[in-house]
């Protein structure tokens, strides 16, 4: 028997993958793929959609992409909403048909939208050990994030369908989905969550505990030779924004808080995410402010250290209560100040005075302008605690014992796993 025989096997599926490396869930997915392969000697098999126009819907190509073997399916991209991208049977039996060829020890899901949810039971049914990491609130929200149809945070804990039916289109379509997302994601042997308050979030919605675990996305530490530039005297502070347009990155805060303060010495870099898909936000009314605004590209995983280098207060007022918050952890860990709104697992790595300036989750400004004002008019803060931020070493080696202790107890009752220091 050779070597890659007697390794473990782990499928992991995720809509996308690399090429396609779109969203914080697919970098962590990306992530813990390395790590199983490269630190922890897996044998890992992929399975995600494959972006290749020519192909025909619901056929396979297998490539290579970061030394990974990935399986691609064209699946075509439903409405949010739709019954075919949560219950999606065509997928299910490819995806059955992908599992007998594979033969995994163990599978591991992410994000399954237009894959659909009842591929899960494809691997129950296989008596195959499954693990799911819940990245956001799909399983519970048939819009995805619980953002209402008026644009803003439903702050529903336990989901109630009378409440829900003012943002649906057919509550009793809703109501179907609920049940058969539950019963889907209860088949797994365990549940991962990057934050304590999602965590919480799905024991409130019926979870069991003993299966609900937290394993906390890891950020790619900076280059051993990052080095912060030295500011310009003439620019005053510089501020970064990533989340773009629009209410619920809190765009539209920072556009009040800032025409209402009289101080001009400063500069706002806004990450124009929207040249991604050959478009521009630049143009966009929100950023009309007294000082100077900039615009840069997106930066990747390999690119953030030179985007973070160059700001030193990172705004992340966000208006919905985040499950994790990547953008946040990469500021802190390279020396940049965050000022972050108190948002679920978004601010649960965020010492206020320490790394961050911790607001209120609300729609009024005037907190997001009193942080900016005491920067501007202060002194600049300094990081100066980052030691119990995840990184993504420290996420793989959390996700191999957990599924190590899941192949060795074979039917999972109650696992415990270390924490991650």
């Known amino acids: 028997m050779d070597a890659v025989a007697k390794k473990k096997r782990v499928l992991i599926g995720n809509i996308f993958f690399s090429p396609t490396s779109f969203g914080g869930a697919t970098v962590v997915a990306e992530n813990m793929a390395l790590e ?16 290749d126009p020519a192909l025909p819907y619901y056929s396979m190509r297998r490539y290579s992409t970061l030394g990974i073997d990935v399986i691609g399916v064209k699946i075509p991209e439903h409405r949010i909403n739709a019954a075919d991208s949560w219950h999606n049977e065509r997928f299910d039996e490819i995806f ?11 599978v591991h899901m992410h994000c399954v939208q237009n894959m659909g949810a009842t591929c899960l039971e494809e691997v129950k049914s296989r008596k195959i050990p499954l693990v799911t990491t819940v990245h956001d609130c799909w399983w519970l929200c048939e819009r995805q994030f619980m953002i209402n149809s008026m644009g803003r945070y439903c702050h529903q804990e336990t989901i109630n369908p009378d409440v829900c039916r003012h943002c649906v289109d057919d509550l009793a379509i809703t109501r179907r989905r609920t049940k058969i997302l539950h019963s889907a994601l209860k088949s797994s042997d365990l549940l991962l969550f990057p934050s304590n308050f999602h965590r919480n979030l799905h024991l409130l919605n019926g979870f069991p505990a003993e299966k609900c675990l937290v394993n906390k996305n890891g950020v790619k530490p900076p280059k051993t030779d990052f080095n912060r530039s030295k500011r310009p005297e ?21 556009h009040k808080a800032f025409n209402e303060i009289e101080a001009s010495n400063y500069e706002l ?12 936000w630049k143009h966009d009314p929100t950023w009309k ?36 918050g990547l953008t946040v952890r990469e500021a802190m860990i390279r020396g940049v100040w965050v000022i972050a709104s108190d948002a679920g697992g978004l601010s649960e790595d965020c010492i206020d005075g320490v790394n961050a300036t911790v607001i209120p989750l609300s ?29 993504i070493q420290d996420q793989g080696d959390q996700l191999n014992q957990t599924l190590m202790k899941l192949l060795d107890t074979k039917v999972s009752k109650r696992i415990e796993v270390p924490e991650c220091q």
């Not at 059955?96 to 163990?106: E, M």
């Not at 402010?289 to 160059?310: A, H, L, N, R």
């Not at 729609?363 to 990184?391: C, F, G, M, Q, W």
């Open 363 to 391: 729609s009024d400004h005037s907190y997001l302008k009193k942080a900016i004002t005491n920067i501007l008019d202060y002194e600049l803060p300094i990081v100066r605690e980052t030691r119990h931020i995840s990184l």
């Open 234 to 254: 003439y620019t005053g502070v510089r501020f970064g924004f990533v989340g773009g347009p629009g209410p619920i990155k809190g765009a539209m805060l920072i």
């Open 36 to 51: 199983l392969k490269n630190t922890h000697d897996w044998d890992v098999v992929v399975v995600a959609n494959v972006d």
């Open 96 to 106: 059955g048909q992908i599992l007998d060829r594979v033969k995994p020890d163990v």
């Open 289 to 324: 402010i007294p000082g100077k605004v900039t615009f840069v590209p997106p930066y990747t995983q390999e690119s953030m250290d030179e985007f973070f280098s160059e700001i030193d207060v990172l705004l992340f007022p966000s208006q919905w209560k985040e499950s994790f």
């Open 269 to 280: 870099k806004v990450v124009d995410a929207g040249a991604a898909r050959n478009e521009t």
